[in-house]
């Protein structure tokens, strides 16, 4: 088993293949589309599409111009539009209305949609009620994994927390399901599934259908990935709300890395423009310090750079033909790594400015005693204080969500007062955002009794249809406690320390958030892969609200030897963060062996409260 | 074997005919063929009759439509009710093709169940047809009519009907003589002859041609024969006179006087692939002739009426008692039975005898082989002659003789040996005369085993299909899965069975075979009409996707979302969602959607972004105030007018109030008053307002130096007094009346502290300001206080004096040493001295 002793941590398997099948199936699609043509791509399509198929290959392929989609063709547009689009309703009133423009002013086009990662039928209905579906063809270009790292993959899929979590929305579970299927059939057979969650369950039992219905041909490979584990966001909000403080998720906090990529402004470039650069392990300056508490950062960049320095000064003894070789060889590195240390020198250096500004020690002083439950008055005073200052409206929010769930929901008098402040100061449209974060159990009420909500009780008259009963735990969430003070407990999440923790050499995943926390979400998975299911975490279970599983492949040979039995593939359903990452990558390194990543998205605290808020319409 | 080629009879110098019987018919037809409309299927197919149409016109007796087996045994029977027929003829996928006098072309399945009709066009009803053929190209099964008004017409494909209308013959003023259907190069074109001459009809012109090589005294024709590939053609002349050439009337192979003067009833052409002999067979009365490429000719005399049907390699003779097949002996066969031959398959076979009969002449005949090296091809042409051969009896010693032969060979590949074992027990399973199917080893081969089985599953021969599927070892999925599968969509239509016992009788045999699709069968029996069995057999459909669709086609709407829901589809959801909502009227429809809860959020969605109205329909159904609320709520966003914008939050209040949402309802209503108030600030002080929160009202006023509206904000809202101290100070720092922020302060003590206003001053640069306040912040904050205004002498002073040894490393550390040297010392100093204590 994966916890054997301390062995180094094996490769992870190569994804790029992912990134070359989308790309062939992408130029077929085009081709499918002979001649010059125009190409309008959903904006937040765009960059997945540019780690898969920059603009060139796109010319190659009779591409003509570029179009965002919400923008209007140009005058001189080619005679052949091609959209490359999520299965949105909006996009394809879009669509219809440049159609209906076209055929009102008597001009013949050619259109096809291409959908990612799949059609849906909605998409369909709209495009027939518009009036225009026979005269678009569609298509289906199955990208359903961009590999952003060589440890991450992501579905690229942030709408899911909300239409899922909180709409209710089961339309995403099939992407998820061939995402599942894809990765099974290129990496697995995988083992052994575990997983925590309502839409894990779902996404599960819906992945094995497809499975049976395609009558696997992998059998008897040599899996390179053993284990797989799946888990709802809503299992664990906690950890996704706190302050991130590695560094990775700092950048991701202060910056926002989209898509593998961050864009460095001029306070950190220290010109007048900004620079695009890619946060991946092949960056050798950032692979050593995504992972390290910000506070170690600082001096590791000094450190590297006077090692540098001292590189750079080797050339003074040089004779002509060291000279030579040190030029051709070590100066174009050397230079390369350079740029990137004051890239993330300078980062470090607008990060500390930003955070200072904000009270960012008070802040983080605040969430702790709300992790570890003491002083909650005082707490709320100081989120009182936070909103009536208008610090900023997500981090209000977070705060307060922050309070609700660890204390199992506010008591009343706080709950109204606090709610009364903060559409005072951010506005009143912030009622339908609570009505929201109320639903999906991030900000609630202590319930002074336990009752039922009147659509609770309409639904359990049904149970006995089984879709029914799926939809019981469904609302379950409308009341759901998050129990968080006693799973906390019987995990032991909140470290005992004697002394100060020591975030250079870190003991425990805690260490991620500065030693008061570790990662319940991180927590459960290292658990259940000790323990090689859920025994003995029946209680933990329950008041996770169930929802367990834990199912082995019988056709699937187990061989300790392999190292894939040493390869987990953590799946995350709504979303993970960077902290949860850099977690579970200590916990590999720790016991020898390798996390992958599938999320939806990459999130973060505040990409969470903006999926939560009511935008005005 | 002496006698072996006794029915041999020679043609020219290389080419032997013989001529088998199949089976002696079972079929005991009172009359006689030619007194009756008879069609026989190709590939040794079913045989069609219609009795008596022609002759006895008494309109009381109705005839009679049968379809038989090759070996005579009724498949079906039908009293024929329709109008007059003209010919029956067989389609390749054997459906019987009834063409009628009005041109009606009725389509009846192997078992005389009517299947579908279609018609060769209007023209035809008022001329009638006079004559129609019925013909086979690579296009499929195609249908030729010839009309009263003596103008062709014809389709291709029945199954793709595209009528043709060929051009008139000019001066046509008779039926022709006889006329072909020919398909050259992908085109489909009618050779007809009037007296001594021949046209060419093609889609637009009519073109007189000549056959090579024609003897000028030939005379008119009286009929002309198409081989079964279209290649070949004959012609037969009124002085008896045959000529056979090519099709495309460019090359004459040879002719032949049969001296028989009278038209003979058929003529059709006796060949195979690779044939020798191009041979005719030619039918009258009494008589059949082979005629080909030699002086001479073969002549059988018939005891009864005949009908000839051509094959691929042969000709089937049927007559009341007996079903022969006439055909050129193949080459393999040939070679080894020919009498006195030394053909290396012959030796080996006598070999084989005399080893049986333990002499050693055995192995002087295997010596004499092996010595010309051609065992090998002994072998194979012993395997080969087995196929042609009918007989069980001759296959087994024709193979046995194979097997003895290989025993002396290395490396011999054992597979024509095993196929050819395998392929002859397929066919003599098939040719029984229970079953029926007299097919060849070359028809065989031509028409593959799919076929093959297709044609077991359309003759309902499901356990032999099976058999055959086992013992070939064909992959489940074409074989076994798809027959059973047939067997199912049959069984189905078995009306003397209840619902229940069908059902369960196609799930115990088809169980879980992979291939099987439960829902098609169901399909099935949904289109025979029977729901209640569809439903039960989709309830054996693993997967739910498969069930939607049958479902909504049965109108079982509720049923179908359930499953849809099931299978976790969302899709299905929305196609069944959608498909209700045309169903159903809206109010049914809504209330469907309540109690599925999954559907209900889906389609939702789609209501939020496609049609926002039906949502609130939605909530109104269900009475969900508190959506309705936030819907209103929503709505008000979209209001550019206050007035509007008012009105809206006002219909969100009551929704709020019947939801008991009293928080929800608070707000709203301050909002509604906070939007009034600012309609009147838009008035007095001419500036945009509206969108602001109520904090940014106060805060904007004061900015604007309003600050009595401002305070009556702040009372009429019940403003926290922290938050308008908070804002006040911050937005009068920000204006820079630092006059009125003393004002402000003194007004009555702080409830924020005086911290804040330190702060806020420091934050504007204006440290002079800020010393101000430095003094009246209380002790505890002191230190941090003066550390901000950067009076750090006084910060010095009250850490000293708090004794805290974190205050005064706080001061340290903003002392520079170059300036606060001394007071740094100072500062150490008093730390050490904390510390002893």
Redesign the interface.
């Known amino acids: 088993m994966a916890f054997a002793g301390r062995r180094d941590a094996p490769e992870p398997p190569d994804f790029g293949i992912l990134k070359r099948l989308a790309r062939d199936q992408l130029v077929y699609l085009l081709e499918q589309l002979p001649g010059k043509k125009d190409l309008f791509i959903e904006a937040d399509l765009m960059s997945p599409l540019d780690r898969i198929a920059n603009v060139s290959i796109l010319k190659q392929h009779d591409v003509d111009k570029l179009y965002k989609v919400e923008t209007r063709p140009a005058p001189g547009a080619s005679d052949q539009f091609c959209f490359l689009v999520r299965p949105?309703?909006?996009t394809m009133?879009f669509i219809a209305d440049i159609v209906n423009a076209d055929k009102m002013s008597g001009r013949s086009r050619k259109y096809k949609i291409i959908f990612s990662p799949q059609?849906?039928?909605?998409c369909e209905?709209?495009l027939e009620?518009e009036g225009v579906f026979g005269d678009v063809t569609c298509d289906e270009w199955s990208f359903y994994l961009l590999p952003l790292d060589e440890d991450i993959i992501s579905m690229e899929l942030p709408e899911f927390f909300r239409?899922y979590f909180l709409?209710?929305?089961?339309?995403w579970?099939?992407p998820v399901?061939r995402a599942l299927q894809l990765l099974n059939s290129l990496y697995g057979p995988f083992g052994k599934a575990y997983g925590i969650g309502r839409c894990a369950k779902?996404s599960h039992?819906?992945w094995r259908?497809l499975e049976e219905?395609s009558?696997g041909e992998g059998q008897g490979r040599k899996p390179e990935i053993g284990h797989v584990f799946l888990m709802d966001r809503d299992v664990d909000y906690v950890t996704a709300l706190c302050s991130q403080v590695v560094y990775e998720g700092l950048v991701d906090d202060t910056f926002r890395i989209k898509c593998g990529s961050v864009d460095f402004g001029p306070d950190v470039t220290s010109s007048d423009r900004s620079i695009k650069v890619l946060l991946n392990a092949q960056d050798k300056v950032f692979s050593q310090i995504r992972n390290e508490h910000f506070s170690s950062v600082f001096g590791f960049l000094s450190q590297k750079s006077r090692n540098l320095q001292a590189q750079y000064d080797r050339r003074r003894g040089m004779d002509i033909k060291q000279m030579k070789d040190f030029v051709s060889q070590e100066l174009k590195g050397l230079k390369q790594e350079h740029r990137l240390l004051s890239l993330h020198i300078g980062a470090c250096e607008s990060i500390m400015k930003k955070k200072t500004k904000q009270d960012f020690q008070e802040t983080i002083k605040a969430e702790h005693s709300l992790l570890e439950g003491f002083d909650i008055r005082e707490s709320t005073s100081f989120i009182?204080?936070h909103i009536?200052?208008?610090v900023s409206p997500i981090e209000s929010l977070r705060l307060m969500c922050l309070l609700s769930i660890t204390e199992n929901g506010l008591i009343p008098k706080d709950y109204?007062s606090l709610?009364?402040?903060y559409?005072?100061?951010?506005?009143?449209?912030h009622?339908?955002t609570f009505?929201n974060l109320k639903r999906i159990g991030l900000l609630t009420e202590q319930a002074a009794g336990e009752t039922l909500t009147a659509v609770e009780s309409k639904?359990s008259k049904?149970v006995t249809?089984?879709?029914?009963g799926?939809?019981t735990d469904?609302?379950n969430s409308l009341a759901r406690k998050s129990n968080f003070r006693a799973i906390s407990k019987k995990l032991g999440l909140i470290p005992r320390v004697e002394g100060e923790y020591d975030l250079k050499m870190p003991r425990d995943m805690a260490y991620v958030f500065g030693g008061a926390y570790v990662p319940l979400s991180c927590k459960i998975i290292e658990q259940v892969l000790e323990r090689r299911g859920w025994q003995g975490l029946e209680e933990v279970v329950r008041l996770l609200n169930g929802n367990e599983f834990s199912v082995s492949d019988s056709t699937v040979e187990d061989n300790p030897a392999w190292e894939s039995q040493r390869v987990i593939l953590t799946v995350f359903l709504g979303g993970c963060t960077f902290s949860e990452i850099a977690a579970l990558r200590f916990l590999g390194k720790e016991r020898g062996c390798k996390f992958i990543f599938l999320t939806t998205a990459i999130t973060n605290s505040a990409r969470m409260m903006e999926a939560m808020i009511?935008a005005?319409? | 074997m002496d006698c072996y080629t006794a029915n041999w009879y020679p043609l020219g110098e290389e080419a032997f005919y013989r001529k088998l019987e199949l089976y002696s018919m079972e079929w005991g037809l009172r009359e006689d063929l030619r007194d009756c409309v008879v069609a026989a299927a190709p590939y040794g197919g079913p045989i069609a009759l219609l009795r008596n149409s022609r002759r006895d016109k008494a309109p009381s007796s109705r005839p009679l439509l049968e379809i038989y087996s090759a070996s005579g045994l009724l498949l079906a029977s039908v009293p024929w009710k329709s109008g007059r027929l003209v010919q029956l003829g067989w389609t390749a996928g054997e459906d019987l093709l009834c063409i009628q006098e009005d041109g009606t072309v009725l389509v009846y399945n192997l078992f005389c169940e009517f299947k579908r009709h279609f018609s060769m066009g209007n023209e035809v009803l008022q001329n009638h047809v006079l004559e129609a053929q019925v013909f086979h190209t690579e296009f499929g099964t195609g249908v030729a009519i010839l009309t009263g008004a003596f103008r062709f017409s014809l389709a291709t494909n029945i199954d793709d009907l595209k009528l043709r209308r060929l051009p008139e013959v000019p001066g046509l003023q008779q039926p022709p003589g006889c006329w072909a259907v020919l398909s050259q190069d992908r085109v489909t074109v009618v050779l007809l002859a009037v007296g001594p001459e021949l046209f060419l009809l093609d889609n637009t012109s009519c073109s007189s041609v000549t056959p090579p090589g024609l003897s000028p005294s030939a005379g008119p024709f009286l009929h002309m024969a198409v081989s079964f590939n279209h290649r070949l053609l004959a012609l037969f002349c009124d002085s008896g006179y045959i000529w056979m050439g090519l099709a495309t009337l460019k090359e004459k192979f040879c002719e032949f006087n049969s001296t028989v003067r009278s038209p003979p009833k058929q003529m059709v052409w006796c060949t195979r692939p690779r044939s020798r002999q191009r041979a005719v067979v030619v039918a009258w009365e009494r008589q059949l002739m082979v005629v080909g490429n030699s002086s001479e000719c073969i002549r059988f005399v018939l005891d009864e009426d005949s009908h000839l049907v051509p094959e691929l390699d042969g000709v089937r003779i049927l007559s009341r008692t007996s079903h022969e097949f006439l055909h050129e002996i193949p080459e393999a066969s040939q070679e080894i039975f020919r009498i006195a031959s030394m053909a290396p398959g012959a030796l080996l076979l006598e070999a084989q005898k005399e080893y049986e009969k333990e002499s050693q002449k055995a192995d002087e005949y295997l010596r004499e082989i092996r010595e010309q090296q051609l065992l090998p091809e002994a072998v194979g042409q012993c395997i080969e002659a087995a196929g042609y051969e009918h007989e069980p009896h001759t296959q087994k010693s024709l193979l046995r003789a194979a097997s003895f032969g290989k025993c002396f060979l290395d490396k011999f590949p054992p597979e024509s040996f095993v196929r050819m074992c395998q392929d002859l027990r397929v066919l003599n399973a098939i040719r029984d005369y229970q079953i029926g199917i007299p097919l060849t080893f070359t028809q065989y081969k031509q028409l593959t085993i799919e076929v093959l089985l297709d044609r077991l599953v359309l003759r309902r021969l499901y356990p032999l299909a099976i058999r055959i599927c086992e013992f070939l070892r064909l992959p489940e999925i074409q074989g076994v899965s798809r027959i059973l599968a047939h067997w199912a969509c049959s069984k189905v239509q078995q009306k003397d069975k209840s619902d229940e016992e069908v059902a369960q009788a196609i799930n115990q045999k088809l169980g879980d075979t992979?291939g099987i699709s439960y829902s098609e069968i169901a399909t099935r029996a949904y289109d025979c009409g029977r729901a209640e069995l569809a439903i039960k057999l989709l309830e054996y459909e693993p997967?739910s996707g498969e069930q939607v669709p049958l479902l909504l086609k049965m109108k079982r709407s509720k049923l179908a979302l359930?499953k849809a829901?099931?299978s976790?589809?969302?899709?299905?959801?929305?196609?069944v969602v959608?498909h209700l909502k045309n169903e159903l009227n809206r109010g049914t429809f809504f209330m469907t959607l309540q109690?599925?809860?999954?559907a209900l959020?889906?389609y939702?969605?789609?209501c939020r972004?496609?049609e926002r109205d039906t949502l609130k329909d939605l909530y109104n159904q269900d009475d969900n105030h508190?959506e309705l609320g936030?819907f209103h709520?929503?709505?008000s966003?979209?209001e550019k007018r206050i007035e509007g914008r008012v009105g809206a939050l006002q219909n969100a209040l009551d929704e709020f109030n019947k939801a008991r949402n009293d928080?929800?309802a608070k707000?709203?209503e301050?909002?509604i008053k906070?939007l009034r108030l600012q309609r009147h600030l838009q008035e007095d002080f001419d500036k945009p307002y509206l969108?602001?929160?109520?904090?940014?009202t106060v805060s904007t006023l004061i900015l604007d130096g309003h600050y009595k509206r401002a305070e009556q904000l702040y009372r009429e809202?019940k403003?926290?007094d922290?938050?308008y101290w908070?804002?006040k100070i911050?937005a009068l720092a920000t204006r820079g009346d630092w006059e009125e922020m003393e004002k402000f302060s003194k007004s009555k003590k702080s409830p924020i502290g005086y911290l804040p206003f330190v702060e806020v001053a420091v934050k504007h640069h204006n440290r002079y300001e800020a010393r101000k306040y430095a003094p009246r912040v209380p002790p505890e904050q002191r230190v941090k206080a003066f550390v901000l205004v950067g009076d750090l002498e006084q910060a010095a002073e009250a850490a000293m004096e708090h004794k805290s040894e974190a205050e005064m490393n706080l001061v340290l550390s903003r002392c520079s040493p170059g300036t606060d040297g001394a007071l740094a010392e100072k500062l150490t100093r008093a730390r050490a001295q904390l510390l002893k204590k």
């Open positions: 949105r309703v909006r009133r059609k849906f039928y909605a209905m709209v009620e239409d709409e209710g929305d089961h339309r579970i099939n399901a779902m039992e819906l259908d219905e009558e009182e204080e009536d200052r208008q109204r709610k009364t402040q559409l005072q100061s951010y506005g009143p449209e009622l339908l009505h639904v049904l249809d089984r879709a029914a799926k939809i469904a609302f009511e005005r319409a | 992979p997967r359930g829901i099931e976790g589809d969302t899709d299905l959801v929305y196609t959608l109690n599925q809860p999954v959020s889906l939702r969605q789609f972004h496609q508190q936030n709520v929503h709505s966003y979209s928080f929800a707000a709203t301050e909002q906070l969108d602001l929160s109520l904090h940014d809202f403003i926290p922290k938050r908070w804002l911050s």
